[in-house]
């Protein structure tokens, strides 16, 4: 520590007002700068009058000068409370320097917590702690411990982008935190010394440079510990550093707090490795569960053996009196053909009999009389017998243009627009003739579904008028060829008839039907199709 100057220094040392500098001068030297001062004060006093400086009359300030000068004290007492004006003023310039660096430093704090609060995880936290809160503690290391089922583990040590929590010097600082939770130290900040917790011959401790540590617990709101930090350096902490920890260890507790609960709200829905291993063994002792494996398909109410009515001719539909789904009796007017020509060649055939039944008789009159009469006959004859062919035919090929129901049903027909005056040919289907208490099950299977069907497997008819309502069915046939669907989709064809042989199924309906095959374990009916997919993908 310095020593306090001497009487004998302090009569050299004086403070020049107007510069701030020290001067050795002497007694002179005072009086001349207490006489400056005097003028300066008269020339603000005159200023704040309204009269300008150079207005005051040199006279006056002459005399106010001298009157000053002969009031000053000694020499002595001079120059040593000017000796103390400049003691007064060092100790004011260092509290000037000590304000500015508490004011850093309660700004750092202030900007730390706010960090702390912000932070949107616990790694986040974690890594602001060790390595933000060094510079306001004075800490050289700092490391971070949270509570984890019952234990405290290291999550952030200061200047290392991970841990290693196998190393021995991690596994020490978490052991010696545990031993301070054990001991009681949960309220308040802790120092001690890292050799006092370290094992006898533990040489990685005992070398560690930064010796005495300060711990710093995270207590929520009930007192429970959810984490710490051990700040570490090689000196001493002081008061200040415990007191400056204390703040931030309640600060940091609380952004802590608030984080934890979040995470304590996944880590509850996330299972622990018990369940994880009683879950696995559950499904894999369901995998083996036998099931019955089943596929679903396009399904659609079709009548069973309809009447199917095709063009007999030739012609052009003139007219389909009957309307679609309407029940019509037997030998009802289905569809008329234009028949104008077939009319006209009834006609003409008509004429050409007649004709040809006059040649016959002149023939045979002419017979009696004359021997060539007799060899014409024959002629004449077969010649009216072609000619009779020929009137029952076009008599037939007329009575076709009219087609009747050959017998009582539903008249099964999409849209008789679109046959009105269109060209037909023989055996084109134009409509069908249903039974609606004759229905069965038309089902579409595509081939990437398909599964081993027999004759007699149940099946559930689910139709998208009454989707709750599942109607039993067996399967009755299916076709071994696959072909496009109506949706152009290559599938099986399968017929299902209803189990009690009547349903309430409106004709036409539409649904999804459920087909049961083979019994299967629950691990095949999961996995048949992925598997399918990878062996079709990769080839194995």
């Given at each position: 520590?310095?020593?306090?100057?001497?009487?004998?220094?302090?009569?050299?040392?004086?403070?020049?007002?107007?510069?701030?500098?020290?001067?050795?001068?002497?007694?002179?030297?005072?009086?001349?700068?207490?006489?400056?001062?005097?003028?300066?004060?008269?020339?603000?006093?005159?200023?704040?009058?309204?009269?300008?400086?150079?207005?005051?009359?040199?006279?006056?300030?002459?005399?106010?000068?001298?009157?000053?000068?002969?009031?000053?004290?000694?020499?002595g007492?001079?120059?040593?409370?000017?000796?103390?004006?400049?003691?007064?003023?060092?100790?004011?310039?260092?509290?000037?320097?000590?304000?500015?660096?508490r004011?850093?430093?309660?700004?750092?704090?202030?900007k730390?917590?706010?960090?702390?609060?912000?932070?949107?995880?616990?790694?986040?936290?974690?890594?602001?702690?060790?390595n933000?809160?060094?510079?306001?503690?004075?800490?050289?290391?700092?490391?971070?411990?949270?509570?984890?089922?019952?234990?405290?583990?290291?999550?952030?040590?200061?200047?290392?982008?991970?841990?290693?929590?196998?190393?021995?010097?991690?596994?020490?600082?978490?052991?010696?935190?545990?031993?301070?939770?054990?001991?009681?130290?949960?309220?308040?900040?802790?120092?001690?010394?890292?050799?006092?917790?370290?094992?006898?011959?533990?040489?990685?401790?005992?070398?560690?440079?930064?010796?005495?540590?300060?711990?710093?617990?995270?207590?929520?709101?009930?007192?429970?510990?959810?984490?710490?930090?051990?700040?570490?350096?090689?000196?001493?902490?002081?008061?200040?550093?415990?007191?400056?920890?204390?703040?931030?260890g309640?600060?940091?507790?609380?952004?802590?707090?608030?984080?934890?609960?979040?995470?304590?709200?996944?880590?509850?829905?996330?299972?622990?490795?018990?369940?994880?291993?009683?879950?696995?063994?559950?499904?894999?002792?369901?995998?083996?569960?036998?099931?019955?494996?089943?596929?679903?398909?396009?399904?659609?109410?079709?009548?069973?053996?309809?009447?199917?009515?095709?063009?007999?001719?030739?012609?052009?539909?003139?007219?389909?009196?009957?309307?679609?789904?309407?029940?019509?009796e037997?030998?009802?007017?289905?569809?008329?053909?234009?028949?104008?020509?077939?009319?006209?060649?009834?006609?003409?055939?008509?004429?050409?009999?007649?004709?040809?039944?006059?040649?016959?008789?002149?023939?045979?009159?002419?017979?009696?009389?004359?021997?060539?009469?007799?060899?014409?006959?024959?002629?004449?004859?077969?010649?009216?017998?072609?000619?009779?062919?020929?009137?029952?035919?076009?008599?037939?090929?007329?009575?076709k243009?009219?087609?009747?129901?050959?017998?009582?049903?539903?008249?099964?027909?999409?849209?008789?627009?679109?046959?009105?005056?269109?060209?037909?040919?023989?055996?084109e289907?134009?409509?069908?003739?249903?039974?609606?208490?004759?229905?069965?099950?038309?089902?579409?299977?595509?081939?990437?579904?398909?599964?081993?069907?027999?004759?007699?497997?149940?099946?559930k008819?689910?139709?998208?008028?009454?989707?709750?309502?599942?109607?039993?069915?067996?399967?009755?046939?299916a076709?071994?060829?696959?072909?496009?669907?109506?949706?152009?989709?290559?599938?099986?064809?399968?017929?299902?008839?209803?189990?009690?042989?009547?349903?309430?199924a409106?004709?036409?309906?539409?649904?999804?039907?459920?087909?049961?095959?083979?019994?299967?374990?629950?691990?095949?009916?999961?996995?048949?199709?992925?598997?399918?997919?990878?062996?079709?993908?990769?080839?194995?």
């Amino acid at each position: 520590m310095a020593q306090p100057p001497t009487k004998a220094s302090r009569t050299a040392i004086t403070i020049d007002p107007r510069g701030g500098k020290a001067n050795t001068t002497g007694p002179t030297a005072a009086t001349t700068a207490m006489a400056k001062l005097e003028r300066l004060r008269i020339e603000a006093a005159a200023a704040s009058a309204g009269e300008a400086p150079e207005a005051v009359r040199a006279d006056a300030v002459e005399r106010k000068v001298r009157a000053a000068a002969q009031t000053l004290p000694p020499e002595g007492a001079a120059v040593a409370r000017s000796a103390e004006t400049a003691d007064e003023d060092a100790r004011t310039v260092g509290d000037i320097g000590g304000s500015a660096e508490r004011d850093a430093g309660l700004l750092g704090l202030l900007k730390i917590e706010d960090d702390a609060r912000g932070a949107d995880s616990l790694s986040t936290l974690a890594i602001l702690i060790a390595n933000e809160a060094r510079r306001i503690v004075r800490a050289r290391q700092i490391v971070v411990v949270e509570e984890a089922r019952g234990t405290l583990r290291a999550v952030a040590v200061s200047t290392m982008a991970s841990i290693d929590r196998t190393s021995p010097l991690v596994r020490f600082f978490e052991n010696a935190a545990a031993r301070l939770v054990a001991e009681g130290q949960t309220a308040r900040p802790c120092e001690f010394e890292l050799a006092a917790y370290a094992t006898a011959g533990d040489t990685i401790v005992s070398g560690y440079p930064f010796q005495h540590a300060l711990w710093v617990p995270f207590a929520d709101r009930r007192g429970a510990i959810v984490g710490g930090m051990l700040m570490l350096r090689e000196v001493v902490w002081q008061e200040r550093d415990l007191v400056v920890a204390q703040r931030l260890g309640g600060a940091f507790a609380h952004a802590w707090s608030a984080l934890r609960s979040e995470a304590n709200v996944l880590r509850r829905l996330r299972p622990t490795r018990r369940a994880v291993l009683a879950m696995v063994t559950a499904f894999a002792a369901l995998g083996f569960l036998p099931v019955s494996l089943t596929t679903l398909a396009p399904a659609e109410v079709v009548a069973r053996d309809p009447f199917v009515v095709a063009a007999p001719i030739d012609g052009v539909i003139d007219d389909i009196p009957v309307e679609p789904n309407k029940r019509v009796e037997k030998g009802a007017l289905l569809v008329r053909f234009d028949d104008t020509m077939l009319r006209n060649r009834l006609e003409v055939a008509e004429r050409e009999v007649l004709v040809a039944e006059a040649r016959l008789r002149t023939t045979t009159q002419l017979a009696f009389a004359d021997d060539r009469g007799r060899h014409e006959l024959g002629v004449a004859r077969a010649e009216l017998a072609l000619k009779t062919a020929e009137r029952n035919f076009a008599a037939d090929m007329l009575a076709k243009t009219e087609l009747r129901a050959p017998r009582d049903g539903l008249v099964v027909l999409a849209d008789k627009k679109e046959l009105l005056g269109r060209p037909l040919t023989v055996g084109e289907r134009i409509l069908e003739i249903a039974d609606p208490a004759a229905m069965e099950v038309r089902i579409e299977v595509p081939v990437a579904d398909a599964i081993i069907l027999n004759n007699g497997a149940p099946v559930k008819l689910l139709l998208d008028s009454s989707p709750l309502a599942a109607i039993p069915a067996h399967v009755v046939r299916a076709n071994y060829q696959a072909k496009l669907s109506d949706a152009s989709v290559l599938s099986f064809r399968v017929t299902a008839a209803f189990a009690n042989g009547e349903t309430a199924a409106r004709l036409g309906a539409r649904g999804t039907a459920q087909i049961y095959g083979g019994r299967v374990t629950l691990g095949f009916y999961l996995l048949r199709r992925p598997f399918a997919k990878l062996r079709q993908w990769t080839g194995m």
